[in-house]
């Protein structure tokens, strides 16, 4: 086999095959992350501390955008009263739930789209310059606005901040079902709009009854596949030591041989018997690289086969116990529906 084809296969494996392994191994900590936002705000949602389980499962949604996690955002912001948040999540969920939704989360939020319409409004902007909007101390868009923002009813501050610093302030009161247009006007000089008191309503307590007591098991989770990954990758990096010997192997065999032509007369079909060693000797690293490189090439590609089928099997292993997890958490909107929540 010519060495600069072996060189070739090598350089092809190398740069081909391992990328897969690596990419494996990235993936498998963004499952972990993804596991733990999900269990945290789990067990956040079942203390009655709505707020700090919405934010774990928002952290969720910027790692893994599944429409069932809208769900998890909406029902925790309905139960603390949000019922602008908790909109705009079901609004979500439903729209990419679409006709394939677990039919109780879909009732569920059909109806707590329908309570949370008495009470919200939208503001509206149409400001062109790239600005942040904040109603109470909450950051809700920025302009120029896609669509209306979705607020509670009643009283508001709102503020547009350019670069975090705040440049004009306003306060204003959101009818039911209405949109507000605010518009940017640059304040006089040391003039400031006094702020009102927000009015909020307090947030409603669950009954023993609807808070769901079962716990879930960080430890239900399979972890045969992310084994599988794991001596993938290990198997594509001895795989790639042994290709690395074989070129070592390759380039010594290779200077023995420019040796011996430059010792030997080619007119003669072998060597004088004072430089067999030399040719010996370079015979068997030309075999052990001949071996290297073809066992190093197919141990790479098996390591990178495994730890592909591992990454995909755990991630489609994952994504289906994710949303058999959530199933359990249904309940709780059932309870809420039959104690007369609607």
């Not at 501390?49 to 996690?69: D, I, M, T």
């Not at 994952?318 to 039959?338: K, N």
Request: charged content about 25%.
């Amino acid at each position: 086999m010519d060495m600069r084809f072996k060189f070739v296969v090598c350089a092809f494996l190398l740069l081909v095959l391992q990328p897969y392994s690596l990419r494996a191994a990235d993936d498998d900590a963004r499952v972990q992350k993804i596991r733990e936002h999900y269990f945290a705000g789990v067990s956040l949602r079942e203390k009655g501390q709505y707020a700090e389980a919405a934010k774990e499962f928002r952290a969720l949604v910027a790692l893994s955008p599944r429409y069932e996690y809208y769900f998890e955002i909406g029902e925790c912001e309905y139960l603390r009263n949000r019922y602008d948040l908790a909109f705009e999540a079901f609004t979500t969920f439903r729209n990419g739930a679409g006709k394939n939704g677990d039919p109780r989360s879909m009732a569920f939020s059909k109806k707590a789209l329908k309570e949370s319409s008495k009470h919200i409004g939208y503001l509206n902007s149409n400001e062109n310059k790239e600005l942040e909007i904040w109603v109470d101390g909450e950051q809700r868009g920025i302009t120029p606005l896609a669509k209306p923002i979705v607020i509670l009813t009643g009283k508001h501050q709102v503020v547009f901040k350019l670069d975090g610093a705040s440049k004009y302030k306003t306060n204003i009161d959101v009818p039911v079902g209405e949109t507000v247009l605010v518009a940017y006007v640059a304040p006089a000089p040391k003039a400031e709009s006094t702020p009102e008191a927000v009015q909020k309503q307090p947030e409603k307590k669950l009954t023993p009854a609807e808070i769901p007591v079962k716990s879930q098991d960080t430890k239900s989770i399979p972890r045969r596949h992310a084994t599988l990954k794991t001596a993938g990758i290990i198997t594509a990096s001895v795989g790639g030591a042994v290709i690395a010997a074989g070129i070592v192997t390759g380039i010594w065999a290779q200077h023995k041989d420019n040796k011996l032509d430059e010792r030997c007369d080619k007119r003669y079909p072998s060597c004088p018997q004072k430089y067999q060693n030399l040719a010996d000797s370079g015979q068997n690293l030309a075999v052990t690289t001949d071996v290297l490189l073809p066992l190093g090439g197919a141990i790479m590609a098996t390591g990178a086969v495994l730890a592909i089928v591992g990454y995909r099997r755990s991630k489609k292993k994952y994504e289906q116990l994710s949303f058999q997890l959530i199933q359990p958490t249904r309940d709780l909107g059932m309870s809420l529906m039959l104690n007369g929540r609607f």
